[in-house]
């Protein structure tokens, strides 16, 4: 039986028929754009791999989505609830002035989180925070929130985090685990619907609230 496999170099991609040491072949394939379309860039386009001596000149590849294009964790499954005290009295922080060099960066951050649809415009909302710009490793800007009176509302959780034994133990007889990458400050779980106005943060461009937990 022959044993197909293909190779690709700078200039042109071969073919080998891989059988006994008499029935090795190989053949040299030109490449061509209209047939060998390889879209690595971000999107959804898929690769393409063929040649006119096939009988079915494509092969599609696989092309798995980037973690801003994914929905998230449905709320059916998990969402974030604020265990709000409603004695406290709600509190609208006053607006910060950031440096006028770093609007674009705030524009930009905005822009992303309402196409993602990770943030939302809220409508007359009790509580309001002011947005921080936090300069990442990377030395791009990630946005923040300062939810430091929010916080001083809700109840501590005296539970500490599980240990790696608790967590081990709590998989045992589940056929399938699931991970959340957090390393970016991706937006996976949703906010309850009551508290998203209590992220409301205020901006130069207006004010916004979470749709999505936010992680700062």
Known sequence: MLHERVSQSSNARRRYLL???????????????DKDDMVLDEGFDLRIIGSDSLASPTKKLETFPKHFNMIGISPSIAFYTLKVDLKMHSKIQKRRPISTKRYGALKEEVDKFLANGFIMKPVYPQWVSNSILVRKNNHKWRLCINLSDLNQTCPKNSFPLRRIDQLVDATVCHKLLNFMDVYSSYNHISMFARNEEHTSFITN?????????PFD
């Open 205 to 213: 461009l207006g004010l916004y609230c979470y749709k999505m937990m």
């Open 19 to 33: 059988g006994h040491e008499n029935m090795n072949q190989r053949m040299d394939i030109e490449q061509e754009k």
